[in-house]
């Protein structure tokens, strides 16, 4: 059973408790080991448009804001041999595990590797294999 670092329970705080809930619990289930991304979590306006000028967001943070700025997002690293792993089989695995848990506790999720949850994972437009964001409110892909 794993669990997050102190740095990972930091890159929590300010996400809402029910997404913070279904990270651990998910985390707590996984076969997988993963942990909470730097800026993974709750960010501010000027974090967001730092990511969206490198390209690693769709979104400004000013004229659209992301679901991270309010907390309604995590964005999770992956882990094997505790090292950061980025291949996209893992952030399968962990999507099947985390959005499980999601659809038991009964909060829609959704995965930036199937953004309009339909699964064809072949027609995204971008990927973020790692972002989770609460789907019941209507935001552009990060």
Do not use: C
């Amino acid at each position: 059973m794993y669990k997050f670092s102190q740095a990972s329970e930091a890159r929590l705080w300010g996400v809402d408790e029910r997404l913070q809930e279904i990270a651990r619990l998910a985390l707590s289930r996984s076969r997988i080991d993963f942990g909470i991304g730097f800026l993974g979590g709750l960010r501010t306006a000027s974090e967001q448009y730092d990511l969206f000028l490198k390209k690693k967001s769709k979104v400004d943070g000013t004229t659209n804001r992301s679901k991270h700025q309010e907390g309604l997002a995590i964005d999770v690293v992956a882990y094997v041999d505790g090292r950061p792993r980025w291949e996209k089989e893992y952030y399968y695995m962990l999507a099947g595990t985390i959005l499980a848990v999601a659809a038991e506790k009964g909060l829609p999720l959704r995965w930036g590797g199937d953004w309009d949850s339909d699964n064809d994972f072949l027609d995204q437009t971008f990927n973020d294999f790692g972002h989770f964001e609460v789907a019941n409110v209507n935001h552009n892909q990060e």
